[in-house]
Nanobody, 121 residues
């Protein structure tokens, strides 16, 4: 199995910053990509940011210029630096990874349990 564990969530005031981390562990041959999604109460889970194994990144329009995703390949860790946080950013943030468990096996998507981000004064 592949386990993803997020950390770094918490309460922050509007305009503040947080850095989320997600570490993948378990039986992993390689990771093709990692990303972050979020889900606010009463809303569907939405895409936030994505980074490929080669370092290419994509962001939701709502976070461009404020959030930065990075990946530490040897450690199978992805981070999300969130600056200028707004109340609308409050949500449970989920990490995912597209990983290959064994050489020759197909990539599969794995999800973490989520970490709460609250933006409030």
């Amino acid at each position: 199995q592949v386990q993803l564990v997020e950390s770094g969530g918490g309460l922050v005031q509007p305009g503040g910053s947080l850095r989320l981390s997600c570490a993948a562990s378990g039986s992993i041959f390689s990771i093709n990509a990692m990303g972050w999604y979020r889900q606010a109460p009463g809303k569907q889970r939405e895409f936030v940011a994505h980074i490929s194994g080669s370092g290419g990144t994509n962001y939701a329009d709502s976070v461009k210029g404020r959030f930065t995703i990075s990946m530490d390949n040897p450690k199978n860790t992805v981070r999300l630096q969130m600056n200028s946080l707004e109340p609308e950013d409050a949500a449970v943030y989920y990490c995912n990874a597209v990983a290959i468990r064994y050489a020759g096996s197909v990539p599969r998507t794995y999800w973490g349990q989520g970490t709460q981000v609250t933006v409030s004064s």
